[in-house]
C-alpha cells in the first residue's frame, strides 16, 4: 500500500476562484498549459495536462471540495487512484488541503513534486495575476 500524499497550499483567491480553476476545461487548461476536458457533474468524466491524467468525479461540492478517481496515463491498465481538494476561506485567500491515495507503490515522491510543479506552482501564478 503506498503512502498518502497530504498537502495543503494557500493561494491569494476565493474558494469559488480556486475551485473554478480545476474544474473549468477551459481555466484548467489555461493554467496548464495543457489540454482539459471536466465534467461538471458527479459521475462524469475528466482528463486534463493533455490526456496524461483521467479519472471521473465521486463527489463536488462547488467552492467547498472535490474528490475524483484519478490515473495516469501510464498506470497499468485499471488501477485508480483517489484525489481530494478540500477548500477553506482564510484572510486573503483560500487554503487548499489536498490528499492522494492509492498511488502506484515507489512512485509517492514523484507525484508529490508533480503536484507542486504542475498544479500549486502554475495555479498561484495564473491566481495571482
Known amino acids: ?3 498518502i500524499i497530504r498537502q495543503s ?5 476565493s474558494p469559488h476562484a480556486v475551485y473554478e480553476a480545476l474544474m473549468d476545461s477551459k481555466k484548467h487548461a489555461a493554467f496548464s498549459a495543457g489540454k482539459a476536458s471536466i465534467s461538471r ?3 462524469g468524466k475528466f482528463t486534463a495536462y493533455d490526456n496524461y491524467c483521467a479519472g471521473k468525479n465521486v463527489e463536488l461540492v462547488p467552492d467547498k471540495k472535490i474528490v475524483q478517481d484519478w490515473r495516469a496515463v501510464d498506470w497499468p491498465d485499471g488501477f485508480l487512484s483517489r484525489v481530494t481538494f478540500k477548500f477553506t476561506a482564510v484572510p486573503n485567500g483560500t487554503r487548499l488541503d489536498f490528499t492522494h491515495s492509492h498511488v ?3 512512485t509517492e ?9 504542475n498544479y500549486w506552482e502554475p495555479m498561484k501564478r495564473y491566481l495571482e495575476k
Not at 9 to 13: E, G, N, R, S, Y
Not at 109 to 117: A, L, P, R, S, T
Request: aromatic share 14%.
Open 104 to 106: 502506484p507503490e515507489g
Open 9 to 13: 497550499v494557500t493561494f491569494k483567491a
Open 1 to 3: 500500500m503506498s503512502k
Open 41 to 43: 457533474v458527479v459521475g
Open 109 to 117: 515522491e514523484e507525484f508529490k513534486q508533480g503536484w507542486i510543479d
